[in-house]
Antibody, heavy 119, light 105 residues
């Protein structure tokens, strides 16, 4: 059974960094990409970027370049999203999702990680 | 590619039909158009992919259609569990974006 289990909620101060983990179960980790999406409270979904656990390649939406780093540990099968230079506008639920390679169709989603940025 | 969904909110009763629209600012290949369902406090769930293919978890009262810049999600005979927010999503090569969502209440 495919599952993505994310790390717990975080509270950070402005200017700090946060690292969210996404552990994969039930499939071969390197065969699919990981996509990251965020959602501010009461708002819609914002696509952030993708990561290929096999090659280590990634792609980020322009607004996140220079602030977001996508990485992985092959064992255990875990992907990470690190966001630096946090501001209150980064307060959101961050989701990871398994995506079909090349199509980037997100089939299975993690439960989400709430990141709160507050002084 | 900007996706604009309409209406923002759809107020219906169980048993009625819901028709949700998603309009793209430029043409989207069918294979890159998906729909998601999201309920409060939950992650989005893939509902439709390739514009018209239903994910296995969902019953056949859900259907997707359209092409180019105009896509539609139809829910026949609304059930209580169908009241949620629905997002269209394009995941083409150049950019990946979501619509702002339609709330079915």
């Amino acid at each position: 059974q495919v599952q993505l289990v994310q790390s717990g909620a975080e509270v950070k101060k402005p200017g700090a960094s946060v690292k969210v983990s996404c552990k994969a179960f039930g499939y071969t980790f390197v065969d699919y990409d990981i996509v990251w999406v965020r959602q501010a409270a009461g708002l819609g979904l914002e696509w952030m970027g993708w990561f290929n656990p096999n090659s280590g390649n990634s792609g980020l939406v322009q607004k996140f370049r220079g602030r977001v780093t996508l990485t992985r540990d092959a064992s255990p099968s875990t992907a990470y999203m690190e966001l630096s230079g946090l501001t209150s506008e980064d307060t959101a639920v961050y989701y990871c999702a398994r995506a079909v390679r090349n199509l980037l169709l997100t089939e299975f989603w993690g439960q989400g990680t709430l990141v709160t940025v507050s002084s | 590619t900007v996706l604009t969904q309409s209406p923002d909110t759809l107020s219906l009763s169980p048993g009625e039909r819901a028709t949700l629209s998603c309009r793209a600012s430029e043409s989207v290949s069918d294979q890159y158009l998906a729909w998601f369902q999201q309920k409060p406090g939950q992650a989005p769930r893939l509902l439709i992919y390739g514009a018209s293919n239903r994910a296995t978890d969902f019953p056949d009262r859900f259907s997707g259609g359209g092409s180019g810049t105009d896509f539609t999600l139809t829910i026949d005979r609304l059930e209580p569990e169908d009241f949620a927010v629905y997002y269209c999503h394009q995941h083409g090569r150049s950019s990946r974006t979501f619509g702002q969502g339609t709330r079915v209440e």
